[in-house]
């Protein structure tokens, strides 16, 4: 609408509570930097009819004809970029959850569908998860292996080479070690694999996990 106000045609005051949804919704489609903008010029507006139209202060704050405005005024000013900020913060913590879910879909993708067997544990060895590929190579199903120790997977006659190499691996000595030993299987079955070890870290260079790779090779040990 237009209010004619000294000879001439001016925009009517829109309702603050209208203003401060479109800073809201400003800030979810394009974040913080937008959302500010907006209240920005919701501030522009605000004290621009303050000062050009002093008769549209009631209609614009919703204030009885008498009383102190600076108070509601000073109330819009905080409300205005709070709002602008919050929404910003809310849509960046929104992207950044939807971007960790894409990563970990493509990454449990990689881990289910990868054609070798694969297995991670803490620094002790305890297992944490498995794909079906390394399960099948032990002989246990996926619950089953989660919770186990590598050690105990291992054929007794090849634990203490491993043991060994881990040893050296936790100390640093190595990056990485490549072994080729026994699985010891649930049915008794003694499978032979080759595997691959190494040392996962955290940002800041200190171990946190043991990474495993391994691929049957009872076939190939078999033509020995």
């Known amino acids: ?22 800073v809201v919704f400003s800030a979810l489609l394009g974040g913080v930097w937008i959302g500010l903008f907006a209240a920005a010029l919701m501030l522009i ?17 919703a204030l009885p004809a008498t009383g102190d405005d600076t108070p509601h005024l000073l109330t819009y000013l905080v409300a205005a970029p709070a709002a602008a ?3 910003g913060l809310y849509r960046q913590m929104m992207e950044r ?5 894409s990563r970990e879909k493509f990454t449990n993708t990689i881990f289910e569908q990868a054609g070798v067997a694969i297995a991670y544990s803490d ?36 634990r203490e080479e491993n043991w060994t190499l881990s ?28 595997k691959i070890v190494t040392l996962l870290r955290d940002a800041g260079g200190a ?16 033509l020995r």
């Open 97 to 101: 959850r939807r971007q960790l879910t």
């Open 85 to 87: 900020v919050a929404a």
């Open 1 to 22: 609408a237009l209010l004619h106000v000294s000879g001439g045609l001016v925009p009517a005051a829109v309702p603050p509570s209208v203003l401060l949804v479109l």
């Open 167 to 194: 040893r050296q691996l936790l100390a640093g000595d190595t990056a990485s070690f490549t072994l080729v030993n026994r699985y010891l299987r649930k049915d008794g079955v003694s499978v032979w694999s080759r």
């Open 123 to 158: 620094l002790a060895g305890q297992i944490l998860r498995c794909n079906r590929m390394y399960s099948e190579l032990v002989g246990r199903n996926e619950d089953e292996v989660v919770g186990m120790n590598f050690k105990d997977l291992v054929d007794p006659r090849d």
């Open 45 to 61: 507006h605000a004290l621009w009819l303050l000062a050009d139209l002093p008769s549209e202060v009631d209609r614009l704050f």
């Open 207 to 222: 171990p946190t996990h043991l990474l495993l790779f391994a691929t049957d090779i009872s076939d190939e040990m078999a």
